[in-house]
């Protein structure tokens, strides 16, 4: 508030008006002039100090307000500074799963699941310095009479430009769109089959960021080994590199309500025949396929379709390079959302072809591959876009937001989502007679080489932390069948699963 403004009108005009009445009698007194000038001179003095006094006020009350922290309780409960530079805050995750399975799936037991149990401590410090790290409290592994918490993620970033921001740790590797989108906001209750060939959580460096405003990439090296695990492998030590590139055209082209998503993923490596496994057991003198990845489950997350062996290659083979390629696309337009991804892992280098009737054979060159896809379409019945929900900054999907969260006082029901998705998974490559073979089942079936599904689902956001949801999935082995003893003990045969899930879900 500037004083000197508001006060000087209001001091010196009675001295002109006196002035102005007195006429010509004050105009000839030089010494009551004087008086005058001098008496003006010190009250502008004295409200430039006042003025003064005020802006040291202000300007303390901004530097307090800098300093005095604000308690914050979206996206998490915690405390951050007034001027934003430093933040910490505690998040988390409940998802709680039901299981139901068809009766023919005898191997499969109808069951409650605790998913996911997230804990997060995240936060940044000096604006440009974050960090994250979260435990899995649902996934734990027994040590004897010991059970260990599992570390989830745990890094931290150095952000000075938003071009090229730099992480460190165990943190999500970028490629692909269904797997860098958080189990939070992916749109059905498991992620598709497709899912298995991807890389995930792993230890490493990345630089990612935002080029321009709609286009965003990351490059990492990794271990390339998969989640809390080292790469320890001495025939082998160099990093897996790991990059992903999309861009939103309808930010470049500034479509309104609307996502053009279009992007691709890659990884290369190599894993030798002395080598740590995702559960951190070591193995040698056999590749593990998929090594440094999730299994091959179906999305009711019941059986395991698909666990070729190992690619042995005794002490001759040293190593086996592998490529991921991926690409990635969704179109969204109000309410209406299509997406689709396409995954193709590639194994090279010599090996023993695995013959189930005449066992390994001598060392061959090879050059095989394990592909899979998905596409889905999801509406929200209830008229939410999902142009709200896309995340410019990584090319994900995030929180989708109710019009109305659930108040049954006044008839609001929050949003509805109604979602359909096929996907296809074939490793045919690695079947009977090749390298890296599956086993042969006992009796006329032999091991799936890989599966499709349907799944249909409808999830009902109660309100942006909480959703409930209900799946159904129908898969279908091929290649095989999957053998399994009934409750009589009499061997049995499954050419796929039907399975219902459902889910109540929490975050803060």
């Known amino acids: 508030m500037n004083l000197k403004k508001k006060l000087i009108p209001v001091l010196i005009a009675p001295l002109f008006v006196g002035l102005t009445f007195s006429g010509q009698a004050l105009a000839n007194d030089s010494d009551e002039l004087e008086k005058l000038r001098q008496l003006v001179q010190e009250l502008d003095q004295k409200v430039k100090i006042l003025d003064r006094k005020g802006e040291l006020a202000e300007e303390a009350a901004a530097e307090k307000k800098k300093i005095t922290p604000i308690v914050q309780t979206e996206d998490g409960f915690g405390f951050k500074s007034g001027d934003g530079k430093n933040e910490i805050k505690l998040q988390g995750r409940v998802q709680a799963d039901y299981h139901a399975f068809g009766e023919n799936d005898a191997q499969n037991a109808d069951t409650f699941d605790l998913r996911r149990a997230y804990l997060t401590l995240a936060g940044k410090v000096y604006k440009d310095y974050d960090f994250k790290v979260t435990a899995n409290f649902a996934d734990q592994k027994a040590d004897t009479a010991i059970k260990t918490t599992v570390l989830d993620e745990a890094y931290f970033g150095i952000n000075w430009w938003n071009q090229a921001k730099f992480r460190f740790g165990q943190f999500q590797m970028p490629f692909g769109l269904e797997t860098s989108t958080s189990d939070l906001f992916n749109d059905f209750t498991e992620r598709s089959i497709a899912n298995a060939l991807t890389p995930f959580k792993e230890r490493g460096g990345m630089v990612h960021g935002n080029p321009i405003d709609g286009v965003y990439y990351g490059l990492a090296a990794s271990t390339g080994r998969g989640k809390n695990a080292d790469n320890t492998d001495t025939n082998n030590d160099s990093p897996e590199v790991v990059g992903r590139g999309v861009a939103n055209l309808a930010k470049l082209f500034n479509i309104d309500n609307s996502v053009v998503h279009v992007g691709g ?44 062996q190992g690619i042995t290659g005794g002490t001759t083979a040293t190593e086996i390079e592998r490529t991921r390629l991926g690409a990635e696309t969704a179109v969204a337009y109000g309410p209406i959302k299509l997406q689709g991804e396409y995954i193709n892992t590639n194994y090279s280098g010599n090996a023993k072809i695995n013959t189930p009737a005449a066992g390994l054979g001598a060392l061959t060159n090879f050059d095989s591959n394990i592909k899979a896809w998905y596409v889905s379409a999801n509406w929200l019945v209830t008229g939410e876009s999902y142009a709200d929900s896309y995340l410019a900054e990584n090319g994900t999907w995030g929180r989708i937001k109710p019009k109305n969260n659930v108040d049954f006082a006044n008839g609001k029901l929050g949003a509805v989502v109604l979602g359909l998705r096929y996907s296809d998974y074939n490793a045919s490559d690695f079947g009977a007679n090749t390298v890296g073979g599956v086993a042969t089942a006992t009796g006329s079936a032999t091991t799936p080489t890989g599966a499709h599904a349907w799944t249909g689902g409808i999830t009902w956001i109660l309100n942006p932390n909480t959703r409930l949801a209900v799946n159904y999935v129908d898969t279908t082995f091929t290649g095989g069948k999957i053998k399994f003893a009934d409750a009589s003990g009499v061997s049995q045969y499954t050419d796929g699963e039907k399975a219902i899930t459902l889910r109540g879900q929490f975050d803060f």
């Open 265 to 308: 993923s890659f990884s290369h490596g190599y894993i030798s025949n002395n080598q740590v496994t995702n559960s951190n057991t070591f193995t040698a003198n056999s590749f593990l396929v998929g090594q440094g990845t999730a299994s091959s489950k179906t999305e009711g997350n019941g059986l395991t379709f698909f666990t070729p």
